[in-house]
């Protein structure tokens, strides 16, 4: 009864230990996007025109990624209560106008088994090499056991 009872709880104190450092790597890499967009002197669109295939990806549930017919590349933001975006089966956008994304009034459609609607409050465009640095951070920052996109040895540094 004893081995049970400390075998219990050591998985629960590792099962903490992960979730922390979870945890940890989800914030730092809200931190880094939010750096990012500063250090990249990114400026805010109110809207796109044109679009007809879109390609969104998630970074995480504030951050969208976007691609379009031609080529080009965005950064899509949504409200801090948008959640699990990244367990999507699928992304759709939603906007009044066709072919138009305005801020604040065009929508991210979270597809699958949840529907969630999450409004567009920002959108920057991006260079091709910075939606790179956006998505290697995004991967580092599950990978880096130290739990910080910054401290990675493998993540690319700057443009």
């Known amino acids: 009864m004893k081995t049970y009872i400390k075998t219990y709880i050591n998985g629960l104190l590792a099962l903490t230990a992960m979730l922390l ?6 914030n730092n890499y809200d931190n880094y996007i939010s750096t990012f967009i ?3 002197a990114l400026s805010p669109l109110e809207s796109i025109d044109s679009i ?4 969104l990806f998630v970074l995480n549930d504030q951050h969208i ?4 017919q031609n080529n080009k590349s965005y950064l899509l933001t949504t409200a801090d209560n ?10 759709i956008l939603l906007s009044e ?10 929508k991210i459609a979270r597809v699958g088994d949840k529907y969630t609607e999450c409004t ?3 959108m920057y465009k991006l260079h091709s090499v910075q939606l790179e640095l956006l998505t290697n951070a ?10 910080s996109v910054f401290g990675s040895s493998s993540y690319p540094r700057g443009i």
């Not at 450092?21 to 989800?26: A, D, E, P, T």
């Open 21 to 26: 450092v979870g945890c940890s790597n989800i």
């Open 65 to 68: 990624g976007l691609i379009t």
């Open 52 to 55: 007809k295939a879109v390609d």
């Open 38 to 40: 500063a250090d990249e």
């Open 120 to 122: 567009i409050t920002g």
């Open 97 to 106: 106008e066709q072919g138009v994304i305005k801020v604040h009034s065009a």
């Open 138 to 147: 995004y991967m580092s920052s599950y990978r880096n056991p130290k739990g």
């Open 82 to 91: 948008c959640e699990n975006m990244y367990y999507a089966n699928k992304l």
